[in-house]
């Protein structure tokens, strides 16, 4: 639509939303990075698909927090290829298109490489790398058909350095980056970009329940705030914001590529 300039918001005083017109599927969206990433989406004027693994009443404020009118909660595990599929197709009955996917579902899966059973390993990897998959192959024909869509996928710092005693949760994740990569490639050409992030420590509920099984959780907290540079643990809305920018068309040419938000910490090489 072609406003006359009078009426056009002037963006030096009014800025405009970064996702106007935009729909955005994002996994796991109860709460944590993904409830973060959906309210933010959806303050910058996109339509939210909240996929939530149960509709819980944490998803029920996220969605409460968004409002009906802007968002479809959808319950499904992203390890199932069928459910996903189903989402899709109603949140493409209801919005009309489909423009960013945010891979954010996850799961923390850390033991010591010998002592992890072949359930933790198939579990990981179905949640952390192929719960991904599914999305994106179900997101791609209709991107395709658009010619333009923008997938940001929720890697780790794992995805990068290695702590012991974290397996198989970093080979997953390296696996999700080579993932970003590969597609991002793949469909350049076609107007779909595919990036991830690679958070450090966050304070969600998944980085809360690290501290807790720990023998001292206020001292175990304490620990992994000062090994950090900037000295304080991330926020979610730390990621929302770098998800908000990789998914909107300010991001227009980048594309395969990662980018860490973790306070530098990545770059320590001894303490
Ligand atoms: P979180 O608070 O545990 O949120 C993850 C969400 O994913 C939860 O709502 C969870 O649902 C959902 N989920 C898990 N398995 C699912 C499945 N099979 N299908 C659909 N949804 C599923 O974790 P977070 O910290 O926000 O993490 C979000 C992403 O960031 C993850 O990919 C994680 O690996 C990554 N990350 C986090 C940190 C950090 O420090 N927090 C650092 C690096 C990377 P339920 O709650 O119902 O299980």
Same mark, same amino acid.
């Given at each position: 639509?072609?406003?006359?300039?009078?009426?056009?918001?002037?963006?030096?005083?009014?800025?405009?939303?970064?996702?106007?017109?935009?729909?955005?599927?994002i996994?796991g969206a109860a709460?944590?990075?993904g409830a973060?990433?959906a309210?933010?989406?959806?303050?910058?004027?996109?339509?939210?698909?909240l996929n939530?693994?149960?509709?819980?009443?944490?998803?029920?404020?996220?969605?409460?927090?968004?409002?009906?009118?802007?968002?479809?909660? =959808?319950?499904?595990?992203?390890?199932?290829?069928?459910?996903?599929?189903?989402?899709?197709?109603?949140?493409?009955?209801?919005?009309?298109?489909?423009? &960013?996917?945010?891979?954010?579902?996850?799961?923390?899966?850390?033991?010591?490489?010998?002592?992890?059973?072949?359930?933790?390993?198939?579990?990981?990897? %179905?949640?952390?790398?192929?719960?991904?998959?599914?999305?994106?192959?179900?997101?791609?024909?209709?991107?395709?058909?658009?010619?333009?869509?923008?997938?940001?996928?929720?890697?780790?710092?794992?995805?990068?350095?290695?702590?012991?005693?974290?397996?198989?949760?970093?080979?997953?994740?390296?696996?999700?980056?080579?993932?970003?990569?590969?597609?991002?490639?793949?469909?350049?050409?076609?107007? &779909?970009?595919?990036?991830?992030?690679?958070?450090?420590? &966050?304070?969600?509920?998944?980085?809360?329940?690290?501290?807790?099984?720990?023998?001292?959780?206020?001292? %175990?907290?304490?620990?992994?705030?000062? &090994?950090?540079?900037?000295?304080?643990?991330?926020?979610?809305? %730390?990621?929302? =914001?770098?998800?908000?920018?990789?998914?909107?068309? %300010?991001?227009?040419?980048?594309?395969?590529?990662?980018?860490?938000?973790?306070?530098?910490?990545?770059?320590?090489?001894?303490?």
């Amino acid at each position: 639509m072609n406003l006359p300039t009078s009426t056009r918001p002037d963006p030096r005083t009014t800025p405009l939303p970064r996702l106007a017109g935009k729909v955005a599927l994002i996994t796991g969206a109860a709460q944590g990075i993904g409830a973060a990433t959906a309210r933010l989406f959806a303050q910058h004027g996109a339509k939210i698909v909240l996929n939530v693994l149960e509709d819980n009443t944490l998803a029920q404020r996220t969605l409460a927090a968004i409002g009906e009118e802007d968002a479809l909660l =959808y319950q499904a595990d992203v390890t199932d290829v069928a459910a996903v599929q189903r989402m899709l197709d109603i949140a493409v009955a209801r919005f009309g298109k489909l423009d &960013i996917l945010v891979n954010n579902a996850g799961i923390n899966v850390f033991n010591d490489p010998l002592k992890l059973s072949d359930d933790e390993w198939t579990r990981c990897f %179905e949640v952390d790398l192929k719960g991904a998959w599914n999305c994106s192959r179900a997101v791609l024909p209709i991107m395709l058909q658009q010619g333009a869509g923008s997938i940001v996928n929720i890697a780790s710092v794992h995805g990068h350095k290695i702590i012991p005693g974290c397996f198989p949760y970093p080979v997953a994740k390296h696996g999700l980056i080579g993932l970003t990569r590969a597609l991002g490639i793949q469909y350049a050409a076609q107007g &779909i970009r595919v990036n991830s992030i690679s958070p450090g420590l &966050i304070l969600t509920p998944i980085a809360e329940a690290g501290f807790a099984a720990a023998a001292d959780p206020v001292a %175990e907290r304490h620990r992994q705030t000062e &090994i950090l540079p900037t000295k304080r643990i991330g926020e979610p809305e %730390e990621v929302a =914001y770098t998800a908000l920018f990789l998914a909107s068309d %300010e991001a227009r040419f980048i594309n395969a590529t990662d980018i860490l938000i973790d306070g530098g910490r990545s770059q320590v090489y001894h303490d």
